[in-house]
């Protein structure tokens, strides 16, 4: 009888086996954080390598590859910024490059991907993951990323976890190179500032009680005050640190994610 291989670990069961700093420091929750990401990235690789192996690929030296090329798992979201808390969601993205050496690798099957996707999200869902998820090419990254403004800030953080690192260095490289590009025109769709908030900072302090979204709007304030970050930087960025630190405060009591100490829990979809 063949053994089971070990399920998933999730947010949640990262936290649980991390003692919570005390007292609970900025630089001490920092750090929490990191270490809850750490282990999540380790089991989404172990995890990328069974789902290979299920679909007849491995990651293998002696083959002339140490990963099979085209294929990789991305992170956005909290745990591509290392900021993940105990119920925070998976964010992840399944790259894969049709014109490249991983069509070889998978045959040009597209069927072979979607398999592959399966047998990552699937054991995610078994565990009680929440997961937002997608496959893409890098084009279609781009594609999405161009029109629409809150995919195209949530991937700039975007970040590798599993398989051709190439690809995924790729596909961050053009994304980036496309928000530098579309600046002058995607700002004024940024530009809407809250009431009585003059700089990021005040932003940043007024967006603690706006809900899920907040990390988000606090990304793009930062993106606007890049032309002067010099100034206002440091105590900008020290601030969207702050609200993170809160929220993963208020998210242990409450059963909420990093990304969301006040609003609606949302549950796996």
């Given at each position: ?40 990235e ?11 192996a299920?679909?007849?690929l ?44 991983g ?28 997961l ?6 890098v084009e ?7 029109r629409?403004?809150p995919?195209?800030?949530?991937m700039?953080?975007?970040r ?14 053009v ?24 700089d ?11 809900g899920?979204?907040?990390l ?11 032309a ?7 105590r ?10 809160a ?11 990093a ?11």
């Amino acid at each position: 009888m063949s053994r089971r291989p070990p399920a998933p670990l999730t947010p949640r069961q990262a936290a649980q086996a991390r003692p919570r700093p005390g007292p609970w420091t900025p630089q001490a929750g920092r750090g929490w954080r990191r270490r809850l990401s750490s282990d999540l990235e380790s089991s989404l690789s172990a995890l990328w390598a069974r789902a290979l192996a299920q679909v007849g690929l491995v990651d293998d030296g002696a083959a002339g590859h140490a990963v099979v090329p085209g294929l990789a798992l991305a992170a956005v979201g909290s745990l591509a910024r290392r900021e993940a808390g105990p119920a925070s969601d998976l964010d992840l993205v399944l790259l894969h490059d049709r014109a490249g050496p991983g069509a070889r690798a998978t045959g040009g099957d597209v069927a072979t991907v979607a398999s592959l996707a399966e047998n990552l999200w699937y054991p995610l869902w078994d565990a009680g993951v929440s997961l937002d998820h997608s496959v893409r090419t890098v084009e279609e990254v781009r594609e999405v990323a161009g029109r629409d403004l809150p995919a195209a800030v949530g991937m700039l953080d975007l970040r590798h976890l599993a398989g051709d690192p190439g690809l995924t260095g790729r596909c961050a490289t053009v994304l980036l190179a496309d928000w530098r590009r579309a600046t002058r025109t995607r700002l004024p769709e940024l530009a809407t500032r809250p009431p009585g908030a003059p700089d990021a900072l005040a932003a940043a302090q007024e967006a603690l009680g706006q809900g899920p979204a907040a990390l988000r709007r606090l990304a793009r304030l930062w993106l606007l005050t890049e032309a002067d970050a010099r100034a206002t930087g440091p105590r900008a960025w020290s601030a969207v640190r702050a609200q993170v630190i809160a929220r993963a405060t208020a998210g242990l009591a409450r059963g909420l994610g990093a990304d969301q100490g006040t609003g609606e829990r949302r549950g796996p979809r």
